[in-house]
């Protein structure tokens, strides 16, 4: 093992990091994400500092495969576009770097933040960046280059012990983002991490906070539940940690009620995921499909389904719901596809072309009857003969 130093104020080196060389974790270069690598070395080749950082490393560590790999380098944005032209400046509360690679997959590339402030876009350094990082698991950076983990927090002896510690400090932690509630819950079913008794405790005084989140956001972190592969284990955590009833109050209220039923789509759901194959994974709509038929059988919603209530009973689920927002599409997929599961006849779906697929279809399939354009037709005048006086 190396270790990192820094000089302190009186010019001693005081040791920061841990770094674990490639013969001290088990992560192989294979393991990470080709494109990642490719942003990693050409970030480099320009002379940034840059790492693999974050969820990856850990559900490597833990001995899962990442879904997504996120990088952190010293470059500001407006450089990270200019060293990757094909990316897209994104966020107003943290500017990140969308970068567009072969098939459209997209890394995210974030830069060092500063802990000196509480605006969120202003930039610093690798040992500041590490400040604002929310639990140690998530503070590890991966150098592709030496193949080395760089560790400034203990995170991982943290996951070799499976326990879940916060560096924000708690009376700042979920007052900055309460949405950290979820997934500090989240990181611990899917990496079999301990919460301890401080960060469980703050996480019920606390709960409340979640009303202060846009349901964009929550909805995006009820789908990432979803396709998790441990929904079931998941929802009983948020509803022992009390977020539930502030995440999703009608399922709260009325938990008793649905549980049995509730989980055992919940697992059919799990199962779903794990089965589906990296190139095609679950999509939203089939896995809020599965969930759905629980809730709605539990719910006596079975027994209204007919041709004529297909709209309320849409209604009814973007009711019971809130404040996730499920689009229409999904609502209406997912109840069609329910509505032929129980041989219940539903009413013909609306067509409605989108931009994006009035691109792709023909102009005759789009219009019955095209308009022609009229074209004008001069009019001929009468030239004199040369004969004529």
């Avoid at 610093?124 to 030496?146: H, I, M, Q, W």
Wanted: charged share 30%; aromatic share 8%; glycine share 4%.
């Amino acid at each position: 093992m190396r270790y990192k130093y820094v000089l302190n104020s009186y010019g001693k080196p005081v040791r920061t990091a841990e770094i674990y060389t490639k013969t001290e974790h088990p992560i192989q270069l294979e393991d990470i994400d080709p494109d990642a690598l490719f942003v990693c070395r050409k970030l480099r080749a320009a002379g940034y500092e840059t790492y693999v950082v974050g969820g990856a490393i850990r559900d490597l560590l833990i001995g899962k495969k990442p879904k997504d790999f996120d990088v952190v380098t010293s470059a500001h944005p407006r450089i990270i576009k200019k060293v990757l032209p094909r990316s897209r400046i994104i966020g107003k509360r943290f500017r990140l770097v969308h970068v567009v690679c072969p098939g459209n997959k997209i890394v995210e590339v974030a830069t060092f933040r500063s802990d000196k402030t509480e605006d969120a876009n202003v930039f610093g350094t690798l040992e500041e960046d590490v400040r604002r990082r929310d639990f140690s698991c998530n503070a590890l950076y991966y150098d592709p280059k030496e193949e080395t983990i760089i560790d400034h927090v203990d995170g991982v002896k943290d996951i070799k012990h499976r326990v879940l510690r916060n560096l924000i400090p708690l009376d700042r932690l979920f007052v900055e983002d309460p949405v950290r509630m979820i997934r500090a819950v989240k990181y611990a079913v899917l990496g079999d991490l301990k919460i301890g008794w401080g960060l469980g405790h703050k996480i019920r005084a606390q709960a409340q906070l979640l009303n202060t989140i846009s349901p964009s956001r929550l909805t995006e972190e009820f789908y990432k539940i979803l396709l998790s592969g441990k929904s079931s284990k998941l929802f009983d955590e948020l509803y022992r940690y009390e977020l539930v009833k502030y995440f999703l109050p009608n399922l709260h209220q009325n938990y008793g009620k649905i549980k049995e039923r509730f989980h055992a789509s919940l697992k059919v759901l799990d199962q779903a995921v794990l089965d589906a194959s990296p190139e095609q994974p679950l999509e939203r709509n089939d896995a809020f499909c599965l969930m759905l038929e629980g809730i709605l059988l539990a719910m006596g919603q079975k027994e209204l389904a007919t041709k004529e209530f297909f709209d309320l009973q849409i209604d009814w689920i973007k009711n019971f719901f809130r404040p996730i927002v499920p689009s229409n599409r999904e609502c209406d997929l997912s109840l069609r596809a329910l509505y032929k599961l129980w041989n219940v006849c539903a009413p013909k779906p609306r067509l409605i072309l989108t931009k994006a697929l009035q691109a792709t279809t023909p102009a005759s399939e789009t219009s019955k009857n095209p308009k022609k354009r009229k074209r004008r037709r001069r009019k001929k005048t009468s030239v004199p003969s040369p004969d004529s006086s």
